[in-house]
């Protein structure tokens, strides 16, 4: 086996790693505490990615160690003595590191996260009083699940929670269930009532910068049939610039500093959160919006609840959304994009949601509609001219995407309304349901 030994000079402090086999044999003497040495030390050995990860993070550069996020009080409602490491010491750790952990050194990305859509992303379907509770548990239950017991959690699991998040609950032994981790999603609910988890665009251990600033960290859940946002982005011109040459760019420049000349088009992270001109960077990435593009009806959103699918001041996020286009482009070549995007909106509105809205309430006033929406033609088409043709042809608008806005967009709703108003004539005329 090969020894490797080799020395990490950083700023006035002096790390030596000794290496058994890489990792296997790490040792640390760089102004750490006591208990952050033998953490890295230890797992070095036992789960030597992860401090490799660690080892060229930040955090790793300025001292933050295992510990330091790990570590909780005794009376904590997740601390436990898991780890063999710190067993029978008056050490107590947890495997969770909760946003109000990280807010301990970044209280204001969190402030702003808590601030977002993404803050609601679990608590609107797994709290009781959320705004898809009763739907979403149908859905994944009832019929996804089949009403099997053994499977009523199972598309949950390993779809939804995924992105939007889990609710932890903890075992007997403190430590989170099988079914509710790991914690992959963005509004996570964590035991030490926070929400939110931001290893999901700055993955854990490493917490790069540069990583969240690229479109694969929004593409792992913005993606698909109906919300399609990194396929709009490859249509888009930016992402055609980006999948060109965004190899070359640079991404790791200080927050506030990413500036263009950094790089040649916007990613995701450059029109939703970065500072960028005279705008400073956020966590709130419903700050820059002005529409909901992904509800049944688009309007402007005019809401200082997370928990509202209006969160945010529309008229406001234009405006910031406006400063960014105008970084590279004129304000008339910006004014005139909003324009033709807001008129592609309005014209999902009033042309094919509420005439679809309205024949459905007449349907379901005459007693027309199948109690099971999943199992009836005239539902099944209506949830997709709203859930997946309707956004794509809104969001496509938005993003400057023509084939989304166009032909996986507008053209399928007007097929949809079609067919919504052949079923809607027959069903009248027979007084049944086919």
């Keep these: 086996m090969i020894r490797l030994v080799f020395a990490i000079i950083i700023t006035t402090t002096i790390s030596v790693f000794a290496f058994d086999s890489d990792l296997k044999s790490l040792k640390v003497d760089r102004g750490l505490s006591?208990?952050?040495?033998?953490?890295?030390?230890?797992?070095?050995?036992?789960?030597?990615?992860?401090?490799?990860?660690?080892k060229s993070s930040r955090h790793g550069h300025v001292g933050v160690s295992c510990i330091d996020c790990h570590r909780v009080d005794k009376g904590s409602k997740i601390a436990s003595q898991s780890c063999p490491g710190i067993k029978g010491s008056d050490i107590y750790m947890s495997v969770m590191v909760t946003p109000k952990t990280c807010a301990r050194c970044h209280s204001q990305e969190v402030e702003q996260f808590n601030l977002s859509g993404h803050h609601r992303a679990s608590l609107q379907y797994h709290a009781e009083d959320g705004l898809n509770y009763k739907s979403m548990k149908s859905l994944m239950e009832y019929h996804e699940g089949q009403n099997m017991d053994k499977y009523k959690n199972a598309t949950d699991m390993t779809g939804c929670m995924q992105c939007h998040g889990s609710d932890i609950k903890l075992g007997d032994d403190k430590r989170p269930t099988k079914?509710?981790?790991?914690?992959?999603?963005?509004?996570?609910?964590?035991?030490?009532?926070?929400?939110?988890?931001?290893?999901?665009?700055?993955?854990?251990?490493?917490?790069?910068?540069?990583?969240?600033?690229?479109?694969?960290?929004?593409?792992?859940?913005?993606?698909?049939?109906?919300?399609?946002?990194?396929?709009?982005?490859?249509?888009?011109?930016h992402g055609h610039i980006f999948n060109s040459e965004g190899m070359t760019w640079?991404?790791?420049?200080?927050?506030?500093?990413?500036?263009p000349g950094d790089y040649r088009a916007p990613t995701c992270a450059t029109c939703h959160q970065s500072g960028i001109g005279s705008l400073n960077t956020t966590h709130n990435v419903s700050e820059r919006l002005k529409w909901n593009l992904w509800a049944t009806e688009s309007k402007v959103r005019n809401s200082p609840d997370p928990l509202s699918p209006l969160t945010g001041n529309g008229i406001e996020g234009r405006k910031k959304m406006e400063s960014v286009c105008n970084n590279c482009?004129?304000?008339?070549?910006?004014?005139?994009?909003?324009?033709?995007a807001d008129n592609h909106i309005e014209l999902y509105n009033e042309g094919y949601w509420k005439p679809a809205l309205t024949m459905k309430n007449e349907l379901a006033e005459k007693k027309l509609?199948?109690?099971?929406?999943?199992?009836?033609?005239?539902?099944?088409?209506?949830?997709?001219?709203?859930h997946h043709e309707g956004?794509?042809?809104?969001?496509?608008?938005?993003?400057?995407?023509?084939?989304?806005?166009?032909?996986?967009?507008?053209?399928?709703?007007?097929?949809?309304?079609?067919?919504?108003?052949?079923?809607?004539?027959?069903?009248?005329?027979?007084?049944?349901?086919?």
Excluded at 369 to 386: A, G, M, S, T, V
Aim: net charge negative.
């Design 329 to 340: 482009h004129s304000s008339l070549h910006t004014k005139n994009f909003f324009e033709q």
């Design 391 to 434: 956004r794509r042809m809104r969001q496509g608008a938005a993003m400057g995407a023509p084939d989304y806005a166009h032909w996986h967009g507008v053209f399928e709703v007007m097929q949809d309304l079609y067919e919504l108003k052949e079923i809607h004539k027959k069903r009248l005329e027979s007084g049944k349901i086919e």
């Design 179 to 237: 079914e509710t981790w790991p914690s992959a999603g963005i509004g996570t609910t964590w035991p030490d009532g926070s929400v939110g988890n931001c290893t999901v665009c700055h993955t854990r251990h490493n917490f790069n910068i540069a990583e969240a600033r690229k479109p694969s960290a929004c593409a792992s859940c913005h993606l698909g049939p109906d919300h399609p946002d990194i396929e709009i982005y490859n249509n888009s011109k």
């Design 34 to 54: 006591k208990e952050g040495k033998k953490c890295i030390e230890c797992h070095a050995d036992k789960q030597p990615g992860i401090v490799s990860d660690w």
């Design 250 to 259: 640079k991404y790791d420049s200080a927050p506030d500093a990413w500036e």
């Design 369 to 386: 509609l199948k109690d099971n929406p999943w199992d009836d033609e005239f539902q099944k088409i209506f949830y997709h001219l709203w």
